[in-house]
Nanobody, 125 residues
């Protein structure tokens, strides 16, 4: 089992920044993919970013956040981060951290077996 705990959400103004953290514990692997997803009110949960290490560091982003968000990983701390810059009101959502137990599609939700409880991010205009 893997436990994931997100932190760092909150309120930001448009154009501002926030950094989310996801601390993993249990049977974790520093190689298997971890990702961030988000769900806005009335919308389905969507992929945001993912990171993996399979012969080299791999990162992947949704088009909507590319160039503004950066995912990173501190293996010594078993923690994944999502640095969010140039925030927009449409980034408002509950953000979820997720982890895979093998190597599968980075953006496909069903590839992820473990999920955190989520952290709220609200961006005001």
């Amino acid at each position: 089992q893997v436990q994931l705990v997100e932190s760092g959400g909150g309120l930001a103004q448009a154009g501002g920044s926030l950094r989310l953290s996801c601390a993993a514990s249990g049977r974790t692997s520093s190689s298997y993919p971890m990702g961030w997803f988000r769900q806005a009110p009335g919308k389905e949960r969507e992929f945001v970013a993912a990171i993996s290490w399979n012969g080299g560091r791999i990162t992947y982003y949704a088009d909507s956040v590319k160039g503004r968000f950066t995912i990173s990983r501190d293996n010594a701390k078993n923690t994944v981060y999502l640095q969010m810059n140039s925030l927009k009101p449409e980034d408002t959502a509950v953000y979820y951290c997720a982890a895979q137990s093998g190597y599968s599609s980075l953006s496909y939700q069903n590839s992820y077996h473990y999920w955190g409880q989520g952290t709220q991010v609200t961006v005001s205009s």
